[in-house]
Protein backbone atom coordinates (compact mmCIF):
# COMPACT_ATOMS: atom_id res chain seq x y z
CA UNK A 1 0.00 0.00 0.00
CA UNK A 2 2.66 2.39 1.01
CA UNK A 3 4.70 1.83 -2.39
CA UNK A 4 1.34 2.32 -4.34
CA UNK A 5 0.94 5.60 -2.04
CA UNK A 6 4.41 6.67 -3.78
CA UNK A 7 3.79 5.99 -6.73
CA UNK A 8 0.61 7.98 -7.05
CA UNK A 9 2.69 11.43 -5.40
CA UNK A 10 5.33 10.38 -7.84
CA UNK A 11 3.08 10.88 -10.80
CA UNK A 12 2.53 14.21 -11.36
CA UNK A 13 6.22 14.89 -11.26
CA UNK A 14 6.62 12.24 -13.84
CA UNK A 15 4.37 13.41 -15.90
CA UNK A 16 5.45 17.17 -16.11
CA UNK A 17 8.65 15.31 -16.81
CA UNK A 18 7.47 13.96 -19.80
CA UNK A 19 5.19 16.71 -21.10
CA UNK A 20 8.29 18.79 -21.02
CA UNK A 21 10.54 16.30 -22.97
CA UNK A 22 8.29 15.93 -25.30
CA UNK A 23 7.64 19.68 -25.66
CA UNK A 24 11.22 20.27 -26.52
CA UNK A 25 11.24 17.34 -28.69
CA UNK A 26 8.46 18.92 -31.09
CA UNK A 27 9.67 22.07 -30.89
CA UNK A 28 13.23 20.79 -31.89
CA UNK A 29 11.48 18.68 -34.49
CA UNK A 30 9.54 21.64 -36.24
CA UNK A 31 12.58 23.63 -36.08
CA UNK A 32 14.78 20.82 -37.90
CA UNK A 33 11.93 21.66 -40.73
CA UNK A 34 12.16 25.39 -40.73
CA UNK A 35 8.92 25.93 -38.72
CA UNK A 36 11.15 28.98 -36.39
CA UNK A 37 9.31 32.53 -35.98
CA UNK A 38 12.63 33.06 -34.51
CA UNK A 39 14.54 33.56 -36.84
CA UNK A 40 12.02 35.53 -38.82
CA UNK A 41 10.82 33.31 -41.72
CA UNK A 42 8.75 30.25 -40.85
CA UNK A 43 8.27 27.83 -43.61
CA UNK A 44 7.96 24.19 -44.68
CA UNK A 45 11.25 23.12 -45.73
CA UNK A 46 13.78 20.05 -45.91
CA UNK A 47 16.47 22.60 -47.32
CA UNK A 48 17.77 21.93 -43.74
CA UNK A 49 18.03 18.39 -43.89
CA UNK A 50 19.46 18.54 -47.42
CA UNK A 51 21.83 20.86 -45.92
CA UNK A 52 23.17 19.23 -43.37
CA UNK A 53 23.24 15.45 -45.18
CA UNK A 54 25.23 17.44 -47.94
CA UNK A 55 27.69 19.04 -45.35
CA UNK A 56 31.02 17.13 -45.56
CA UNK A 57 31.55 18.11 -41.58
CA UNK A 58 28.14 16.22 -40.87
CA UNK A 59 29.21 13.18 -42.62
CA UNK A 60 32.42 13.16 -41.09
CA UNK A 61 31.27 13.23 -37.41
CA UNK A 62 28.60 10.87 -38.41
CA UNK A 63 31.54 7.90 -39.82
CA UNK A 64 33.89 8.93 -36.47
CA UNK A 65 30.81 8.62 -34.24
CA UNK A 66 30.00 5.49 -35.71
CA UNK A 67 33.28 4.10 -35.65
CA UNK A 68 33.66 4.79 -31.97
CA UNK A 69 30.44 3.71 -30.89
CA UNK A 70 31.02 0.05 -32.53
CA UNK A 71 34.35 -0.37 -32.00
CA UNK A 72 34.20 0.64 -28.05
CA UNK A 73 31.07 -1.37 -27.69
CA UNK A 74 32.38 -4.40 -29.18
CA UNK A 75 35.68 -4.21 -27.00
CA UNK A 76 33.86 -3.63 -24.56
CA UNK A 77 31.94 -6.48 -25.11
CA UNK A 78 34.94 -8.97 -25.92
CA UNK A 79 36.56 -7.52 -22.40
CA UNK A 80 33.46 -7.92 -20.38
CA UNK A 81 33.33 -11.87 -21.40
CA UNK A 82 36.80 -12.21 -20.46
CA UNK A 83 36.28 -10.59 -17.14
CA UNK A 84 32.89 -12.71 -16.70
CA UNK A 85 34.77 -16.17 -17.11
CA UNK A 86 37.43 -15.41 -14.74
CA UNK A 87 34.41 -14.54 -12.13
CA UNK A 88 32.89 -18.01 -13.33
CA UNK A 89 36.54 -19.73 -12.62
CA UNK A 90 36.57 -17.68 -9.35
CA UNK A 91 32.94 -19.05 -8.35
CA UNK A 92 34.15 -22.54 -9.40
CA UNK A 93 37.05 -22.53 -7.54
CA UNK A 94 37.15 -19.86 -4.66
CA UNK A 95 40.32 -18.05 -5.65
CA UNK A 96 38.72 -15.15 -3.76
CA UNK A 97 36.27 -15.29 -1.38
CA UNK A 98 32.94 -13.29 -1.02
CA UNK A 99 32.30 -10.68 -3.57
CA UNK A 100 35.34 -8.55 -3.46
CA UNK A 101 36.23 -9.15 -6.59
CA UNK A 102 33.28 -8.56 -8.23
CA UNK A 103 33.00 -5.32 -6.34
CA UNK A 104 36.74 -4.22 -7.75
CA UNK A 105 35.76 -5.11 -11.13
CA UNK A 106 32.35 -2.85 -10.60
CA UNK A 107 33.40 0.03 -8.84
CA UNK A 108 34.41 2.66 -11.70
CA UNK A 109 30.87 2.46 -12.46
CA UNK A 110 30.97 5.00 -9.27
CA UNK A 111 33.23 7.13 -11.29
CA UNK A 112 31.11 9.41 -13.57
CA UNK A 113 32.30 9.97 -17.25
CA UNK A 114 34.04 13.69 -16.91
CA UNK A 115 35.67 12.38 -14.48
CA UNK A 116 36.58 8.89 -15.77
CA UNK A 117 37.84 11.34 -19.27
CA UNK A 118 39.44 13.91 -17.03
CA UNK A 119 41.69 10.24 -15.30
CA UNK A 120 42.44 8.88 -18.59
CA UNK A 121 43.75 12.59 -19.64
CA UNK A 122 45.97 13.17 -17.04
CA UNK A 123 47.11 9.23 -17.11
CA UNK A 124 47.85 8.96 -20.87
CA UNK A 125 48.76 12.13 -22.14
CA UNK A 126 52.26 12.74 -23.88
CA UNK A 127 53.32 15.02 -20.86
CA UNK A 128 51.14 12.81 -17.95
CA UNK A 129 51.65 10.40 -15.13
CA UNK A 130 52.63 7.30 -16.91
CA UNK A 131 54.69 9.05 -19.63
CA UNK A 132 56.59 11.64 -16.77
CA UNK A 133 57.26 7.83 -14.66
CA UNK A 134 58.34 5.92 -17.65
CA UNK A 135 61.29 9.35 -18.14
CA UNK A 136 61.87 9.17 -14.34
CA UNK A 137 62.87 5.61 -14.19
CA UNK A 138 65.05 5.70 -17.89
CA UNK A 139 62.62 3.27 -19.54
CA UNK A 140 62.07 6.65 -21.70
CA UNK A 141 64.29 9.53 -22.88
CA UNK A 142 62.16 11.77 -23.68
CA UNK A 143 58.44 12.32 -23.88
CA UNK A 144 57.66 12.56 -27.54
CA UNK A 145 58.58 8.95 -27.32
CA UNK A 146 54.92 8.01 -25.73
CA UNK A 147 52.59 7.25 -28.07
CA UNK A 148 49.76 9.79 -28.59
CA UNK A 149 47.05 8.40 -26.89
CA UNK A 150 44.56 10.98 -26.27
CA UNK A 151 43.52 13.52 -28.42
CA UNK A 152 44.19 11.53 -31.48
CA UNK A 153 42.16 11.30 -34.47
CA UNK A 154 41.15 7.55 -34.04
CA UNK A 155 40.35 8.42 -30.72
CA UNK A 156 42.01 5.81 -28.49
CA UNK A 157 42.03 7.94 -25.53
CA UNK A 158 37.83 8.16 -25.95
CA UNK A 159 38.10 4.40 -26.48
CA UNK A 160 40.13 3.58 -23.42
CA UNK A 161 37.44 5.57 -21.37
CA UNK A 162 34.69 4.05 -22.49
CA UNK A 163 36.27 0.29 -22.14
CA UNK A 164 36.41 1.57 -18.75
CA UNK A 165 33.51 2.65 -18.15
CA UNK A 166 30.97 0.33 -20.05
CA UNK A 167 32.78 -3.20 -18.39
CA UNK A 168 31.54 -3.15 -15.67
CA UNK A 169 28.09 -2.23 -16.52
CA UNK A 170 28.19 -5.32 -18.62
CA UNK A 171 29.54 -7.45 -16.09
CA UNK A 172 26.80 -6.26 -13.48
CA UNK A 173 23.78 -7.06 -15.85
CA UNK A 174 25.28 -10.46 -16.62
CA UNK A 175 27.32 -11.79 -13.47
CA UNK A 176 23.13 -12.84 -12.23
CA UNK A 177 23.00 -15.28 -14.66
CA UNK A 178 26.73 -16.94 -13.36
CA UNK A 179 24.80 -16.93 -10.11
CA UNK A 180 21.93 -18.23 -10.65
CA UNK A 181 22.95 -21.63 -12.63
CA UNK A 182 22.49 -24.78 -10.89
CA UNK A 183 25.51 -26.80 -9.19
CA UNK A 184 24.21 -29.57 -10.80
CA UNK A 185 25.03 -28.74 -14.07
CA UNK A 186 28.62 -29.04 -13.32
CA UNK A 187 28.08 -32.66 -11.86
CA UNK A 188 25.97 -33.58 -15.31
CA UNK A 189 29.05 -31.92 -17.12
CA UNK A 190 31.41 -33.45 -15.02
CA UNK A 191 29.49 -37.21 -15.77
CA UNK A 192 30.33 -36.70 -19.68
CA UNK A 193 33.46 -35.01 -19.34
CA UNK A 194 33.13 -31.72 -20.33
CA UNK A 195 35.23 -29.37 -18.35
CA UNK A 196 34.52 -26.02 -16.97
CA UNK A 197 35.86 -24.22 -19.68
CA UNK A 198 34.20 -25.83 -22.15
CA UNK A 199 31.11 -25.97 -19.86
CA UNK A 200 31.53 -21.64 -19.54
CA UNK A 201 31.70 -21.55 -23.71
CA UNK A 202 28.45 -24.40 -24.26
CA UNK A 203 26.40 -23.29 -21.51
CA UNK A 204 27.09 -20.39 -19.09
CA UNK A 205 27.72 -18.60 -22.19
CA UNK A 206 24.87 -18.59 -24.17
CA UNK A 207 22.49 -18.53 -21.37
CA UNK A 208 24.07 -14.93 -20.77
CA UNK A 209 23.54 -14.04 -24.58
CA UNK A 210 20.38 -11.95 -24.52
CA UNK A 211 21.79 -9.85 -21.63
CA UNK A 212 25.35 -9.24 -23.59
CA UNK A 213 23.62 -8.40 -26.58
CA UNK A 214 20.72 -5.72 -24.73
CA UNK A 215 24.02 -4.68 -22.48
CA UNK A 216 26.08 -4.27 -26.43
CA UNK A 217 22.76 -2.43 -27.82
CA UNK A 218 22.50 -0.08 -24.42
CA UNK A 219 25.77 1.19 -24.74
CA UNK A 220 26.23 2.01 -28.33
CA UNK A 221 23.26 4.07 -28.13
CA UNK A 222 24.83 5.92 -25.15
CA UNK A 223 28.07 6.32 -27.12
CA UNK A 224 26.85 7.24 -30.17
CA UNK A 225 25.29 10.23 -27.93
CA UNK A 226 27.92 10.81 -25.00
CA UNK A 227 29.23 14.26 -24.85
CA UNK A 228 31.78 14.13 -21.74
CA UNK A 229 34.41 11.92 -23.32
CA UNK A 230 34.91 13.05 -26.97
CA UNK A 231 34.76 16.90 -25.76
CA UNK A 232 37.79 16.00 -23.33
CA UNK A 233 39.49 13.42 -25.03
CA UNK A 234 38.66 14.06 -28.89
CA UNK A 235 40.52 16.53 -31.58
CA UNK A 236 38.77 19.48 -33.32
CA UNK A 237 37.74 17.44 -36.32
CA UNK A 238 36.57 15.22 -36.71
CA UNK A 239 34.24 15.73 -33.78
CA UNK A 240 31.79 13.35 -32.20
CA UNK A 241 28.22 14.24 -33.37
CA UNK A 242 27.21 15.59 -29.72
CA UNK A 243 30.24 17.79 -29.60
CA UNK A 244 29.44 19.18 -32.98
CA UNK A 245 26.07 20.30 -32.07
CA UNK A 246 27.59 21.74 -28.70
CA UNK A 247 29.65 24.09 -30.99
CA UNK A 248 27.07 24.77 -33.03
CA UNK A 249 24.82 25.96 -30.41
CA UNK A 250 27.27 27.66 -27.84
CA UNK A 251 28.02 30.44 -31.29
CA UNK A 252 25.24 31.82 -30.54
CA UNK A 253 23.74 32.22 -33.87
CA UNK A 254 19.59 31.87 -34.36
CA UNK A 255 20.64 31.03 -38.33
CA UNK A 256 22.11 27.78 -37.31
CA UNK A 257 19.51 27.12 -35.22
CA UNK A 258 17.67 25.07 -38.17
CA UNK A 259 20.76 22.74 -38.96
CA UNK A 260 21.34 22.36 -35.16
CA UNK A 261 17.94 20.70 -34.40
CA UNK A 262 18.48 18.14 -37.76
CA UNK A 263 21.28 16.59 -35.89
CA UNK A 264 20.03 16.43 -32.51
CA UNK A 265 17.18 14.78 -34.64
CA UNK A 266 19.68 12.54 -35.92
CA UNK A 267 20.85 11.71 -32.04
CA UNK A 268 17.39 11.38 -30.95
CA UNK A 269 16.41 9.41 -33.78
CA UNK A 270 19.52 7.18 -32.78
CA UNK A 271 18.69 6.60 -29.33
CA UNK A 272 14.70 6.20 -30.07
CA UNK A 273 15.79 3.22 -31.84
CA UNK A 274 18.04 2.14 -29.50
CA UNK A 275 15.41 2.35 -26.61
CA UNK A 276 12.80 0.19 -28.41
CA UNK A 277 15.45 -2.24 -29.60
CA UNK A 278 15.99 -2.64 -26.27
CA UNK A 279 12.56 -3.20 -24.56
CA UNK A 280 12.24 -5.66 -27.93
CA UNK A 281 15.06 -7.85 -27.30
CA UNK A 282 14.09 -7.51 -22.80
CA UNK A 283 10.39 -8.61 -23.83
CA UNK A 284 11.18 -11.57 -26.29
CA UNK A 285 14.38 -12.61 -24.70
CA UNK A 286 15.59 -11.54 -21.30
CA UNK A 287 11.88 -11.61 -20.26
CA UNK A 288 11.52 -14.75 -21.32
CA UNK A 289 14.23 -16.21 -20.05
CA UNK A 290 13.26 -14.71 -16.47
CA UNK A 291 10.24 -17.02 -16.68
CA UNK A 292 12.49 -19.69 -17.42
CA UNK A 293 14.40 -19.60 -14.75
CA UNK A 294 11.11 -19.19 -12.40
Not at 54 to 71: G, H, R, V
Not at 96 to 109: A, D, H, T, V, W
Not at 169 to 179: A, E, H, K, Y
Request: with cysteine; net charge positive; proline share 4%.
Amino acid sequence: MERIKKYIYLMPVMLFISLFFIYGFVYGFLQSFGLNKIIGKSQFTLGYYREVLSSESFLDSLIFTSKMALCSSLLSLVVSISLLFFLYMNLKSGYFKGNYLKKIIESPLLVPYLVASYLILILFLQHGFISRFLVATGMMESYREFPVVTNDEKGIGIMLAYLWKTCPFIVMMSFPVLQRINKKWDAVAHIFGVGRIRFFFVVVLPLMGPSLIMSFFIIIAYMFTAFEAPYILGVTYPKALAVMAYDMYSKGNLADRPNLMVINMFISAISIAGGILVYWLYKFTIGKNQRAWD
